[in-house]
Structures are given as C-alpha cells and as structure tokens.
T-cell receptor
Framework: GAGVSQSPSNKVTEKGKDVELRCDPISGHTALYWYRQRLGQGLEFLIYFQGNSAPDKSGLPSDRFSAERTGESVSTLTIQRTQQEDSAVYLC?????????????FGEGSWLTVV | GENVEQHPSTLSVQEGDSAVIKCTYSDSASNYFPWYKQELGKRPQLIIDIRSNVGEKKDQRIAVTLNKTAKHFSLHITETQPEDSAVYFCAAAGGTRYGKLTFGQGTILTVHP
C-alpha cells in the first residue's frame, strides 16, 4: 500500500476488556514498530520487529501488552484487561530496514479510549 | 537507556520570524537524529534528519545542527509560515538501539499571521 495502515482508527472499550490493534506496514518494509502516545505527550517505544529476528519487547509496559507479526507483513498489538491508563494513540511505523538512517514512516494511529 | 530532553515545550512566533527548538541526548552511542512534525490528529511525519558524521543539514527553510561533543542538536525554521504551526518532536537512535527511536516531549509551535 501507499503508507502504513492501522485499524481500527478509533476504539472505545470498557475497562477489563481485551483489545486488538492491527497494523499493515508499507510493502517491502522489513522493520515494524509500535509506539504509544498519550495525550499531549511524546512517543513511547513499545516493541519492534525486524525480519525473522526475535522482537525487541523492551518497551512493553506490562505483561498485559503483547504483539505478533506474521512474517514481514501484518502485526497485531493486543492489550489484555485494559485499564484507563492504557488510553492513548497507538502508532505503528515501518522502515525498509533497521540500519541507521532508515526513515521510519508512521501510520495514522489507533485512538484507544478505555472507559 | 537513552534520554532525550526537548525545549521549549511551547514556542510562539510571528510569521516571518525564525524558530529554534533544542534537544539534548544522553547516550553517546546515538548516531541518528530525526525530527518529526505532527499536526493535530495526524501522524508524525519526518521533516529532516541528521547522522552523526555531519554537523549541519539544510532543506529549504529547515536546518538541523548537531554538536556531538555537547550531545545536543537543534531544529531551525526560518521565514516561518502559519502552516508551520504543529508539534515538533526530536528523536535519537543508534548503537545497539538503532531500531528504537527515543523521542523528546515535543514542542508546540504556533506561528501567528
């Protein structure tokens, strides 16, 4: 596709429910990233995938958060037992590779509201 | 890990003036420094980046400078226009963290006509 595609664009869920957020990276991009942006804040790194290497999960805030990626395509970020503090925009990004200087392109984000 | 501090948090200028946003980083292994512009409700978009082997890079009205010794880098926007109004984020990556951008907290730039 032309850019990084994310769905849903908006999600309102009740506290305690599980949510799944989907990301379709730019075709051919081997690296895929998830970031979180709370209202008025900067972007927090969550996890990244590079090809078939083990993902770097060092940014995941708790074991309620997990992500998977199928090969070099779609990724799903799952948040279990959602809490109000999980409310944020979840941004997916991709790049051709993860060498220095590979431009990272962001999707429009999935706005999650936990009520 | 890396820590990126960004200042100021808000910046208000008149159209035609220059705007400067500054960032400092903590990890001397960082070697890639992109700047992103984010309009309200939109995705962050890369506007310029610099690698640690150069000290300055320019693209029309936008320039970035890097001081590796002091571990700081700056974004300069000249002849500002109202459409430059947005949130600007600096970031750093490199070393063993080349896949993980560490972002500053952002600067809200407002350009008054």
């Amino acid at each position: 596709g032309a850019g990084v595609s994310q769905s849903p664009s908006n999600k309102v869920t009740e506290k305690g429910k599980d949510v799944e957020l989907r990301c379709d990276p730019i075709s051919g991009h081997t690296a895929l990233y998830w970031y979180r942006q709370r209202l008025g804040q900067g972007l927090e790194f969550l996890i990244y995938f590079q090809g078939n290497s083990a993902p770097d999960k060092s940014g995941l805030p708790s074991d309620r958060f997990s992500a998977e990626r199928t090969g070099e395509s779609v990724s799903t970020l799952t948040i279990q037992r959602t809490q109000q503090e999980d409310s944020a925009v979840y941004l997916c990004a991709s790049s051709l590779a993860t060498g220095v200087g590979n431009t990272i392109y962001f999707g429009e984000g999935s706005w999650l509201t936990v009520v | 890990g890396e820590n990126v501090e960004q200042h100021p948090s808000t910046l208000s200028v008149q159209e035609g003036d220059s705007a400067v946003i500054k960032c400092t980083y903590s990890d001397s292994a960082s070697n890639y420094f992109p700047w992103y512009k984010q309009e309200l409700g939109k995705r962050p978009q890369l506007i310029i980046d610099i690698r640690s082997n150069v000290g300055e890079k320019k693209d029309q009205r936008i320039a970035v400078t890097l001081n590796k010794t002091a571990k700081h880098f700056s974004l300069h926007i000249t002849e500002t226009q109202p459409e430059d109004s947005a949130v600007y984020f600096c970031a750093a990556a490199g070393g063993t963290r080349y896949g993980k951008l560490t972002f500053g907290q952002g600067t809200i730039l407002t350009v008054h006509p």
